[in-house]
């Protein structure tokens, strides 16, 4: 089946530093990403929707400038947390529908984010 | 705003199966059901999804009411592995397409 592999899967660093997470559909394109983020005990929260070669689409209450994300091919999409705080420790999960209006989403592993 | 409702935990024995509901009331006639779930820190991961026949695959069975309100994912005999959360979903349109929205899902716990 198709297979989304995210990287890296855990990530630590310094509160104003920057961080990049990468999500690659490996065996299929995807002209969408979505990202999500996910809180301890809680469920998953869309961020945004990656749009190959357009600008991202953010949800309401995520700020765009905080949370760069760059969809520059079909089979890559970047999540780059700015600047980053205590606040933003969370563990990001990207998704990727494999190409049909309903198919399924499959899933990268996760990464967890830790800002000291 | 996800789209369905579903109860917070359920338990089950292991090897009996598992039926978890889910809610779906305001959903329209073309919209598909999709289940997932998620075990502890890791991505979800893609269970069945259904229109408005029943479906069955490796993993579960999906019952879907005639009427489409409701549905029914079955682990026919679930394992200490199937514990995790599942989530029920109805996608939710959005400027240039459906999103998949999470809400709380079920927590369940295979017990021995």
């Known amino acids: 089946g198709a297979v989304v592999s995210q990287h890296p899967s855990r990530v630590i660093c310094k509160s104003g530093t920057s961080v990049k997470i990468e999500c690659r559909s490996l065996d299929f394109q995807a002209t969408t990403m979505f990202w999500y983020r996910q809180f301890p005990k809680q469920s998953l929260m869309l961020m945004a929707t990656s749009n190959e070669g357009s600008k991202a689409t953010y949800e309401q209450g995520v700020e765009k400038d905080k949370f760069l994300i760059n969809h520059a091919s079909l089979t890559l999409s970047t999540l780059t947390v700015t600047s980053a705080h205590p606040e933003d420790s969370s563990f990001y999960i990207c998704s990727a529908p494999p190409g049909t209006t309903n198919e399924k989403l499959f899933f990268g592993s996760g990464t967890q984010l830790s800002v000291l | 705003d996800a789209k369905t409702t579903q109860p917070t935990s359920m338990d089950c024995a292991e090897g009996r199966a598992a039926n978890l509901p889910c809610n779906h009331s305001t959903i329209s006639g073309n919209e598909y059901v999709y289940w997932y779930r998620q075990i502890h820190s890791q991505g979800p991961q893609y269970i069945i999804h259904?229109?408005?026949n029943n479906e069955t695959n490796e993993m579960a069975s999906l019952i879907i009411t005639e009427d489409r309100k409701s549905s029914t994912l079955i682990l026919p005999h679930a394992t200490l592995r199937d514990t995790a959360v599942y989530y029920c979903i109805v996608r939710v349109a959005g400027t240039g397409g459906f999103k998949t929205i999470f809400g709380a899902g079920t927590r369940l716990f295979v017990k021995a």
């Open positions: 259904g229109l408005k």
